[in-house]
């Protein structure tokens, strides 16, 4: 079935009690800001209007608990949650309907396993990250009202926009930051898809906090953390030979290489030492060895400070979109 024909299914659904609304109408007690001034309720901030992304209600799972929010509202949170408010309205606005277009890609395409009687779940390693209404006056404080209006024009302003794919909402995954290149999908998982392919990034270490990081192990650490994984490794006395064999793919990144012996992929490398990408270099010394990284994430989909700096340059969210998803097409929810 087609997105549209799902889509009018469940626009017909009958209006529910909307669970996790605004209950809060200041920072909560104790918190930071707490002796700020009253805020208004979100309810208060969103600009009125029958909208589709405010009549289409999702089963959410959130901390254990299934509820019912609109699309629109979970939106808000995560948008929130994944971006910084602060970013340039058309980067929040592509980061609206690529975690809008992930939330119809779990209803209609992939809905996930491990939560069956939830459309999408708070949990960014399985979904999205989510932070309620309450949480984000919290984290703000006085910048509250200035922060939450950036995001709810982003998500209102893109109102029931996807990303698809040969008609289809896509899987829209994003990071942080890339190193010259975003990484194609076939590389990081098992699924090489053709929309998530390598395409360049703007971003560069003036754009970026982090964006280049060094970090240090000494020689016992990383032996031990490699023989507790692969205890067939052997580390002999010439330093120059635990490392070798390194071949890169095609955006730059770590593909394999040898360690102690080991063949392993750039992605192993990076959950072993807990690196911030695969686009790193390792250097040993006398008695330490030195990652250093560039960028922040797996690779895949949309850079958020990529698409920051393209807004920066004066690009719209469209442009964004279909230059990091490759072949793709936005369209309007019916």
């Known amino acids: 079935m087609k997105i549209r024909s799902i889509i009018s299914v469940l626009l ?42 405010s009549r289409l209600l999702l089963s959410v799972l959130d901390d254990g608990d299934v509820s019912g929010m609109s699309m629109e509202l979970f939106l808000i949170g995560a948008v929130a949650a994944e971006m910084p408010a602060a970013f340039e309205p058309e980067a929040l606005k592509a980061q609206a309907v ?33 932070q309620s209404d309450g949480r984000l006056r919290e984290r703000w404080g006085a910048a509250y009202v200035d922060n939450i209006a950036r995001i709810i024009t982003a998500v209102t302003e893109t109102d029931s926009a ?50 280049i990081t060094s970090e240090t192990i000494t020689h016992q650490v990383f032996i031990d953390l490699l023989t507790a994984a692969y205890p067939e490794a052997v580390f002999g006395s010439r330093v120059d030979t635990w490392v ?30 807990r690196l911030r990408s695969t686009a790193v270099t390792i250097r ?15 690779g895949v989909g949309m850079s958020q400070y990529g698409a920051n ?15 990091y998803y490759s072949g793709c097409e936005l369209i309007k929810m019916d």
């Open 98 to 130: 690529a975690a809008r277009t992930n939330v119809m890609f779990n209803i209609t395409v992939a809905p996930k396993s491990r939560h069956p009687d939830a459309d999408v779940c708070t949990d960014h390693t399985c979904c999205m990250a989510y």
């Open 244 to 273: 070798t064999d390194i071949t890169h793919n095609s955006s730059g990144r770590i593909d394999e290489l040898t360690l102690g012996g080991v063949r392993i992929e750039g992605t192993t490398l990076r959950s072993l030492f």
């Open 12 to 53: 017909m659904l009958p209006v529910m009690t909307l669970v996790m609304l605004v209950t809060v109408s200041g920072p909560l007690d104790g918190g930071p800001g707490s002796d700020l001034p009253e805020l208004p309720p979100l309810s208060e901030l969103i600009p009125y209007g029958d909208r589709p992304d």
């Open 162 to 211: 996807l990303i698809t794919y040969d008609g289809d909402p896509i899987l829209a995954v994003f990071h942080s930051s890339s190193a010259g290149k975003t990484e194609s999908s076939g590389n990081v998982w098992m699924q090489d898809l053709p929309y998530l392919q390598s395409v360049p990034s703007p971003e560069t270490a003036d754009q970026v906090p982090g964006y």
């Open 284 to 298: 040993l010394t006398a008695n330490d060895v030195i990652f250093t990284t560039t960028g922040y994430g797996h």
């Open 309 to 323: 700096v393209m807004a920066q340059n004066g690009d719209n969210y469209k442009k964004i979109l279909t230059s």
